[in-house]
């Protein structure tokens, strides 16, 4: 995938994840939720400009670095994800203020990787970036079906009460 093309990708992904984390949505158990991550990251991965070739050694540890920070995202998206069960038992999520700068946070800390790329004359790609994106992704919705297992199973044969005089 060419550099532009693969940039409109990446934010077309971003953008559709955005929307998605700040609107109520019912997390469907069933869903194929580890497909997008694992389609980014075959993309990410089979272009073969994840690492700079005259730079390995440092562009080894830049990535490592990336997966680090890009799991914390994850799990930082993940728990500051609204998580509840309605009456039926469906899980619902909505993303939080706090998901929020967990998004501002995570941008920071990827430019800061970047930057220090930069700084030592190692240029990561858009693939570098692309990878991290859906290991974030990946772990996100992973902690949220492990969060939703947890939040069903406190629910089963729960009876809602009524809220009032004496219910408190």
């Known amino acids: 995938m060419s550099g532009p093309t693969e940039v409109l990708v990446i934010v077309a ?12 949505e019912r997390l469907a158990m069933g869903r194929k939720w580890w497909l997008l991550p694992l389609i980014l990251g075959f993309v990410a991965v089979s272009d073969g400009s994840l690492m700079d070739p005259r730079h390995t050694a440092a562009s080894v540890v830049l990535l490592a670095v990336e997966v680090v920070v890009s799991i914390g995202i994850g799990i930082g998206w993940a728990f500051t994800t609204r998580i509840w069960t309605d009456e039926r038992g469906d899980v619902w999520t909505r993303g939080t203020a706090a998901t929020a700068g967990t998004w501002v946070g995570g941008i920071a800390a990827r ?3 970047a930057g220090v790329g930069l700084a030592m004359g190692v240029h990561l790609g858009s693939s570098s970036f692309m990878l991290g994106f859906a290991l974030s992704l990946l772990v996100r919705t992973g902690v ?25």
Do not use: D, I, K
């Open 144 to 168: 949220l079906m492990w969060r939703a297992g947890h939040e069903q199973a406190a629910y089963v044969g729960a009876v809602p009460q009524p809220v009032g005089e004496g219910h408190r």
């Open 13 to 24: 992904v971003v953008a559709l994840v955005v929307v998605r984390q700040f609107r109520t």
């Open 111 to 113: 430019a800061a990787v």
